[in-house]
T-cell receptor, first 112, second 114 residues
Framework: LAKTTQPISMDSYEGQEVNITCSHN???????ITWYQQFPSQGPRFIIQ???TKVTNEVASLFIPADRKSSTLSLPRVSLSDTAVYYC?????????????FGTGTRLQVTL | NAGVTQTPKFQVLKTGQSMTLQCAQD?????MSWYRQDPGMGLRLIHY???????DQGEVPNGYNVSRSTTEDFPLRLLSAAPSQTSVYFC?????????????FGPGTRLTVT
């Protein structure tokens, strides 16, 4: 499975846009990029998934350049409730079952 | 629709004791898995199952057994608890196929082994 590298922590003020970049230099052709969010004392929650270019849903946007060696999760106008750990995962086999491999994630702290 | 449920929420064991962590889902998902999360760390896959009667090992299977007799239930058994197994345990489920990257996680079981 492709190894991912993301910042350990980030700080933001409420109302700002937050961009978290993940590096995955050895991503394979069939690999997808998936992001999860985890609040303290809760299980992770799926945010968004993409293969290339840009994907947007009601929660976030995911930007993937043409070489797919990195990806950026964009959270528009964050609020205090967005304080959480964000995990970037790569190497999901969507043909059958997905054995997710979580790194240590990026701890996002949002303040007033 | 309860999603993924786990019991108990908290458990304290003495070294050498055995116990079973329960996990159930009501979404008719074929895929279920167990993870452990140590403080400040990401999740590590223990065991997973792609359907009733089919299980396989993940990254850290030693000291744990699983079985899958029904689609709904996927219990995790600790054979002889050790302090190194102190962790938070999460169960997850998803459908197989193209949607399998979107896994649904339970609330977790916080286990302490003394």
């Amino acid at each position: 499975l492709a190894k991912t590298t993301q910042p350990i922590s980030m700080d933001s003020y409420e109302g700002q846009e937050v961009n978290i970049t993940c590096s995955h230099n050895n991503i394979a052709t069939n690999d997808y990029i998936t992001w999860y969010q985890q609040f303290p004392s809760q299980g992770p929650r799926f945010i968004i998934q993409g293969y290339k270019t840009k994907v947007t849903n009601e929660v976030a946007s995911l930007f993937i350049p043409a070489d797919r060696k990195s990806s950026t999760l964009s959270l528009p106008r964050v609020s205090l409730s967005d304080t959480a750990v964000y995990y970037c995962l790569v190497g999901v086999d969507t043909g059958t079952a997905s054995k997710l491999t979580f790194g240590t994630g990026t701890r996002l702290q949002v303040t007033l | 629709n309860a999603g993924v449920t786990q019991t108990p929420k908290f458990q304290v064991l003495k070294t050498g004791q055995s116990m079973t962590l329960q996990c159930a889902q009501d979404m008719n998902h074929e895929y279920m898995s167990w993870y452990r999360q140590d403080p400040g760390m990401g999740l590590r896959l223990i065991h997973y199952s792609v359907g009733a009667g089919i299980t396989d090992q993940g990254e850290v299977p030693n000291g744990y057994n699983v079985s899958r007799s029904t689609t709904e239930d996927f219990p995790l058994r600790l054979l002889s608890a050790a302090p190194s197994q102190t962790s938070v345990y999460f169960c997850a489920s998803s459908p197989l196929g193209p949607m399998s990257y979107e896994q649904y996680f339970g609330p977790g079981t916080r286990l302490t082994v003394t």
